[in-house]
């Protein structure tokens, strides 16, 4: 009998010992990701229903049952109601800088007409010092639901945007980067803001445009190459700008689900 009770008692050890193995081999998530399809990359199995990380590691991906098996008390739970979960993307051509000083300048993309440029300059004039540069990207013309009266090549003209900036020089690029929008202050100190036909000749530069009206004047619209004639003259950015500006494109990546970036150019 006695040997009987050791027996069990031996038994029931193991059993206890090994379920207890199992159970702490079994890691608590930091992160349970479920409520919507999640794209994982794999042929053999490209959704599942649920997601358990730890820190910077995933423990499970596969059905939301096995998934909360991870659940502790600590594990936050995120349920995308619907929303699409894909792995980190990765830019393959991008201006890692840029989009950080695109996060400090004046932010154009979602613009509707001139006047809303206009408008947002102006704000900034408020916020300015004197002579201080304003600078911004994202405004594209094709993108505007009422185009102005006085256009060039189906461009905008630069005295509305110099009415309300005569004292800061303003630069805005085009969505694309490969133009500029410049007003009376900018070109004046670039030293283009006159000219007549027959000076014409004196700007031309290979590989750009001056757009000009059909006096001679240029519109504020700069092409490709031409832009360095306004572009040269914006002050140089400071050591402190550099660094905010990375930390605001880091920031900028993490925010819309970049986890790469291949940089198509950066300077020194």
């Known amino acids: 009998m006695h040997l009987k009770k050791l027996v069990f008692s031996s038994l029931l050890y ?5 379920i207890s193995c199992t159970d702490s081999k079994k890691e608590t998530a930091t992160l349970l990701i479920y409520g919507g399809p999640i794209y994982t990359v794999d042929s053999t199995q490209t959704t599942v229903e649920a997601v358990a990380t730890k820190g910077n590691i995933i423990l499970y991906a596969g059905s939301l049952s096995e998934a909360e098996t991870y659940k502790g008390e600590d594990t936050q739970i995120i349920d995308l109601k619907g929303k699409t979960m894909t792995p980190g993307l990765i830019e393959g051509h991008g201006h890692f800088m840029g989009l950080g000083y695109n996060e400090l300048n004046l932010d154009l993309m979602e613009t509707t007409s001139y006047q809303e440029i206009v408008d947002a300059v102006a704000e900034e004039v408020k916020k300015a010092a004197p002579g201080e540069w304003i600078t ?61 036909k027959e000076g014409v000749n004196q700007l031309e530069v290979e590989g750009g445009e001056v757009m000009r009206d059909k006096l001679g004047r240029p519109t504020g619209i700069f092409n490709e190459r031409a ?42």
């Open 14 to 18: 193991i059993t206890l010992l090994a």
């Open 136 to 196: 911004g990207r994202g405004w594209h013309q094709s993108k505007w639901e009422v185009m102005p009266d006085d256009t060039v090549n189906g461009f905008q003209t630069h005295y509305l945007l110099s009415k309300i900036s005569p004292d800061n020089p303003v630069y805005l690029r085009h969505a694309s980067g490969h133009a500029g929008f410049a007003n009376a202050k900018a070109m004046e100190i670039a030293g283009v803001l006159e000219l007549s």
């Open 227 to 268: 832009m360095g004639l306004i572009t040269q003259h914006i002050p140089e950015t400071t050591p402190e700008k550099n660094i905010q500006a990375f930390e605001l494109a880091v920031a900028a990546c993490q925010r819309n689900g970049i986890t790469g970036f291949h940089d198509a150019g950066i300077g020194k």
